[in-house]
């Protein structure tokens, strides 16, 4: 992970590989944004036009290089696009700073130091800009050798430290954002490897002792359900979707306690570790990505332990719903008939339809305890993916208020959501003549009719929320501003800053 320091230091004396400065687009061409003032005084006050010559617009997420100016101890200049100059008189939105550095930390690997010289208006600015460094910094190489010398692990290693100047480093604010934004994307970052590790090496069971072992370096407790315990205690749905893996199911149980705290949120993730479909098996080009079918349950993992670091005066508790879905003789088949753990029988009409299945039974556990509130979270539609796009995700709930503070909660920390609805009428099509209900329903509106099955497994008076994080859990296109290609960590942020409106008293 990238050390981060503030700094009050000028850009010229700062020894760095690169000084990053910002280059916003204005209407008469590219314009050098605040915290890059040294560096323009240096070019003689003519940064912009040199930007310009070199083709720079300032569009957002555009990258351009230029020698540093004589005289500074960096060898290199880096202008990143912050996109269009502000006319509200507000500045740089959190989201712009953020992307705009990321997209300077993608290009950065093999850098021992740079320093970021952003727009730093409030402490606000300095976490934006430190999470734009740290998830823009990620990568995943676990797997690869990198090439065979030190060298070359050094050059392809993501940039070792960064240096936000305008961060006050006595500036009791500026630390804690500092402090804030490392927590959660170190979190973050962590769910992203968990998605992008490889299934046969993150199976149910390992999934789980990885949340055991963070459990214990956090102060968390923790309760593991195995194949034993879940078929004691009648949970069908994981058991059935888990059944025809030789890797058995499990159900997490992370609980997080703070004390005097008087709310209780519940998480609830499905961590399907790999979607082969089951028996209703996926064709070939859908089935080569499904390791990410455990998204869900990674927010999860990561947002109750960042609400542990953080030290939120809210008592959170993640399900982790954990099970391999595949074809076998031992497989769930469609047509068979599962008793969930709430009692309810549900009639599997697709075995590909399994995330709901899990998260029931889920939804019911967390149920029990009375929560204030629950979020699931899941990969659960490509319906979804098909209304609502790669970077957006769908947000249905069983209250409005709470629909629409999840969606500013989401917008607000820059992660792109929708709110959806909840049609009483396809509730219908999932009526079954041999079970309670069935796992599908009517075609058209999918992802509203998965949203319609798991409230049926919502306790009676419990406020309720369901993300389907579909479309931006993984990435398959090109790395864009903090966002890598693969694992994403799509909800991490969104789940942590409801966990902090509960504290504070400002989520109801």
């Not at 910002?22 to 944004?33: S, T």
């Not at 402090?179 to 769910?191: D, G, I, Q, Y």
């Not at 959501?417 to 041999?434: C, F, I, N, V, Y």
């Amino acid at each position: 992970m990238t050390a981060l320091t503030l700094s009050t230091s000028a850009a010229p004396g700062l020894r760095a590989d690169a000084i990053v400065i910002g280059v916003a687009k204005g209407a008469k061409g590219p314009v050098v944004a605040p915290g890059a003032e040294a560096v323009d005084t240096a070019y003689d006050g003519k940064l912009a036009g040199v930007l310009e010559t070199l083709g720079a617009s300032g569009a957002e997420g555009e990258l351009t290089k230029l020698p540093a100016p004589a005289g500074f101890k960096s060898a290199l200049v880096i202008a990143v696009g912050l996109g269009t100059v502000p006319d509200d008189g507000t500045g740089y939105g959190a989201e712009a700073l953020r992307r705009a550095a990321g997209a300077a930390a993608r290009t950065l690997n093999g850098a021992k130091k740079a320093a970021f010289a952003l727009p730093v208006e409030d402490a606000a600015a300095v976490g934006a800009i430190a999470e734009g460094v740290l998830l823009g910094a990620y990568s995943f190489d676990v797997y690869k050798d990198n090439g065979s010398t030190a060298k070359a692990k050094a050059d392809k290693a993501p940039l070792a430290e960064a240096t936000l100047l305008g961060g006050k480093p006595r500036d009791a604010a500026h630390k804690a954002a500092l402090a804030r934004a490392t927590a959660v994307s170190e979190e973050l970052n962590r769910a992203r490897d968990l998605i992008n590790t490889p299934p046969n090496d993150l199976t149910p069971a390992a999934f789980a002792a990885i949340a055991q072992r963070a459990a214990k370096e956090h102060g968390l407790k923790i309760q593991i359900l195995d194949d034993k315990a879940l078929t004691k205690d009648g949970y069908g749905g994981i058991l059935g979707v888990g059944s025809g893996s030789a890797a058995t199911p499990r159900l997490v149980k992370l609980s997080y306690t703070s004390p005097g705290a008087d709310k209780h949120l519940a998480f609830v993730g499905k961590g399907i570790t790999y979607d082969s479909g089951g028996i209703s098996l996926k064709p070939a080009g859908h089935n080569e990505t499904m390791k990410c079918d455990m998204s869900g349950a990674a927010a999860v993992f990561a947002a109750v332990v960042s609400a542990a670091r953080l030290g939120l005066e809210v008592n959170v508790t993640g399900w982790l719903a954990l099970a391999e879905n595949m074809p076998s003789g031992s497989a769930v088949r469609p047509g068979d008939v599962l008793r969930m753990y709430s009692g309810k029988t549900v009639e599997v009409l697709n075995t590909d339809a399994e995330g709901r299945l899990v998260l029931a039974d889920a939804l019911w556990a967390a149920s029990a305890e009375n929560p204030d509130a629950i979020v699931d979270v899941a990969t659960l539609t490509g319906a979804m993916m098909l209304a609502l796009g790669s970077r957006t995700f769908g947000i249905m709930a069983n209250d409005d208020a709470f629909r629409s503070a999840i969606h500013e909660a989401a917008e607000e920390v820059g992660e792109p959501a929708w709110p959806m609805p909840l049609p009483e009428h396809l509730r219908k099509g999932m009526d079954s003549p041999t079970a309670d209900i069935a796992n599908m329903g009517e075609r058209m509106g999918g992802g509203l009719v998965a949203g319609l099955f798991l409230r049926e497994f919502v306790g009676e008076g419990i406020t309720w929320a369901h993300l389907d994080i579909a479309g931006p859990a993984f990435n398959e296109g090109g790395a864009f501003g903090y966002t890598p290609k693969g694992g994403t960590g799509s909800a991490v942020r969104t789940l942590v800053r409801l966990a902090e409106l509960t504290a504070e008293g400002d989520l109801g």
